[in-house]
């Protein structure tokens, strides 16, 4: 059984942007084919709540090699997309610090359908905890015309240059 949505996804206005790809170019540090997500639509602090999307083509990257005929888009390019909209947060609101923002984990993933090139996949993510500038627990979801595709929680943590 699907969760609840975190949003009436169908309260937005996708065509009003307030940041568009190039605003998230300068929080996001993801180029070329790994850049998983389009604009952000809507931003509440209050809630540390934010809705975005990507715009899914048909010559993504996945398309011609991820079933063959049958273009199914991955469910780590999902899972990445949440990601992405939920470092864009964290970055951009300095919740957590370091350099970059990395998978630190995901739990209670799901798919409940798949996702097909040619669509808008509407994403939101919800911070449910913050601890010691470290770690950042979102939740995930995303949408293909109001309809819940994919959920989860992912953990992000602190990346810093340094480390490596």
Known sequence: MPSAPLVDISSYD???????LNDIRRVNPQRHEMEQLTAIVHVDESTHTIVGYKTIGDREFWSAGHMP????MPGVVQC???AQLGG???RKFDLIGGDYLGFGGMNSVRFRKPVFPNCRLDLVAKVVRVRARKLAQFQFQGFVEGQLMFEGEM?????NRDQV
């Open 80 to 82: 990445e997309c949440g």
């Open 14 to 20: 996708f065509s009003n942007t307030l940041f568009d």
């Open 69 to 72: 005929g049958f273009p199914l």
């Open 155 to 159: 953990l992000g943590v602190t990346v």
């Open 88 to 90: 864009f947060y964290a």
